[in-house]
T-cell receptor, first 116, second 111 residues
Framework: DGGITQSPKYLFRKEGQNVTLSCEQN?????MYWYRQDPGQGLRLIYY???????QKGDIAEGYSVSREKKESFPLTVTSAQKNPTAFYLC???????????????FGQGTRLTVV | RKEVEQDPGPFNVPEGATVAFNCTYS??????FFWYRQDCRKEPKLLMS???SGNEDGRFTAQLNRASQYISLLIRDSKLSDSATYLC????????????FGRGTSLIVHP
């Protein structure tokens, strides 16, 4: 079955550590996104990638890094420079075919990151 | 002004009630619109796309008003299981084509 998979579901990080969140999709989507959600808040865009080997900063990119070496994969690294990393992280993908009606975003199940 | 705005609620309604949410967007170049549902501590899931002519899916009706730049979601005959947060999503036709989310409207359906 096609879908988008995030791992791990729960992640604990010590102060000063970098951690990497995995996101894999087999939907053949060109575009992938990382969002952050804090309690009672909407989704805020961290980074996005419209094509392999290219990515752009979103609204809150500071303290995060990404790579897009393969179409299927868009890992997010939360670096020690991110001062408040505890949040729910959501990865999404979508088709960029603007002639298609199927342009909605599909989400992974999310990773809940907690700093301990 | 935020790109996509929603009343966070909560909307607290009895079973069987009809409830409507609105969502306004600021970018007149927006071209694709969706409603997502998010349950507590889960990922958002697509509820329905919103088409220019309006569309219905069972108890759910979505409308788009381009002139006033808002979309709406109407839920008829509310069920307990409709309790969730409803997220409005807008995609603009500019080069980046990024889904932009409202902060969501919380619905609580009680017996």
């Amino acid at each position: 079955d096609g879908g988008i998979t995030q791992s791990p579901k729960y992640l604990f990080r010590k102060e000063g550590q970098n951690v990497t969140l995995s996101c894999e999709q087999n939907l053949n989507h060109d575009a992938m996104y990382w969002y952050r959600q804090d309690p009672g808040q909407g989704l805020r865009l961290i980074y996005y990638s419209q094509i392999v080997n290219d990515f752009q900063k979103g609204d809150i990119a500071e303290g995060y890094s990404v790579s897009r070496e393969k179409k299927e994969s868009f890992p997010l690294t939360v670096t020690s420079a991110q001062k408040n990393p505890t949040a729910f992280y959501l990865c999404a993908s979508s088709s960029r075919d603007r002639g298609s009606s199927n342009t909605e975003a599909f989400f992974g199940q999310g990773t809940r990151l907690t700093v301990v | 002004r935020k790109e996509v705005e929603q009343d966070p609620g909560p909307f607290n309604v009895p079973e069987g009630a009809t409830v409507a949410f609105n969502c306004t967007y600021s970018n007149s170049a927006s071209q694709s619109f969706f409603w997502y549902r998010q349950d507590c501590r889960k990922e958002p899931k697509l509820l329905m796309s919103v088409y220019s002519s309006g569309n219905e899916d069972g108890r759910f009706t979505a409308q788009l008003n381009r002139a006033s730049q808002y979309i709406s979601l109407l839920i008829r005959d509310s069920k307990l299981s409709d309790s969730a947060t409803y997220l409005c999503v807008v995609i603009s036709s500019g080069g980046s084509y990024i889904p932009t989310f409202g902060r969501g409207t919380s619905l609580i359906v009680h017996p």
